[in-house]
């Protein structure tokens, strides 16, 4: 099956890559998790929906003025992806998004390597990174694949 290439890079790109955090307490965690994001090249919109944390975590957001942070008092997990992903899409902000937990470490290149999926493959609606196990080369996860025959 022949590839269906579109073409784009950082600079064309017109949306930044949307990225929901769902958080409850977990502050260093969640520290850590927003400071690997922050250092990379692609173009960013983050939303952090917090579901009832009480050891500070929202205090602490003050580090991160660009964070976007909603309060969803003891919301799911999916709850708060859903409720983090309408804030992104209901502002036609993005076009993609990125579900991360808040005790995750984006490394090097990593959301490149997952937008240019997007871009290589027009048929791509979903896509996920290599996961390993923290300090560790030791692979946790490694994608898959989903066909829907309708």
């Keep these: 099956?022949?590839?269906?290439?579109?073409?784009?890079?950082?600079?064309?790109?017109?949306?930044?890559?949307?990225?929901?955090?769902?958080?409850?307490?977990?502050?260093?965690?969640?520290?850590?998790c927003l400071k690997s994001i922050y250092h990379t090249e692609?173009?960013?919109k983050v939303v952090l929906v917090d579901g009832g944390s009480y050891d500070g975590t929202l205090d602490c957001?003050?580090?991160?003025p660009e964070v976007l942070q909603i309060e969803s008092r003891n919301a799911t997990f999916s709850e708060a992806v859903n409720i983090g992903c309408n804030a992104l899409f209901g502002f036609n902000s993005v076009d993609h998004v990125l579900i991360l937990n808040?005790?995750?470490?984006?490394?090097?290149?990593a959301l490149l390597h997952m937008l240019n999926s997007f871009d290589y493959y027009y048929k791509?609606?979903?896509v996920t990174p290599r996961i390993n196990y923290h300090n560790s080369e030791m692979i946790w996860a490694c994608g898959g694949t989903?066909?829907?025959k309708l």
């Design 1 to 32: 099956m022949p590839r269906a290439l579109r073409t784009s890079t950082l600079e064309t790109r017109e949306k930044p890559l949307g990225i929901v955090i769902p958080v409850r307490n977990g502050w260093e965690h969640t520290k850590e």
């Design 61 to 64: 957001l003050k580090f991160f």
């Design 146 to 148: 989903l066909s829907l």
């Design 102 to 109: 808040n005790d995750t470490v984006v490394l090097g290149n």
């Design 124 to 126: 791509v609606g979903i």
């Design 42 to 44: 692609v173009p960013i």
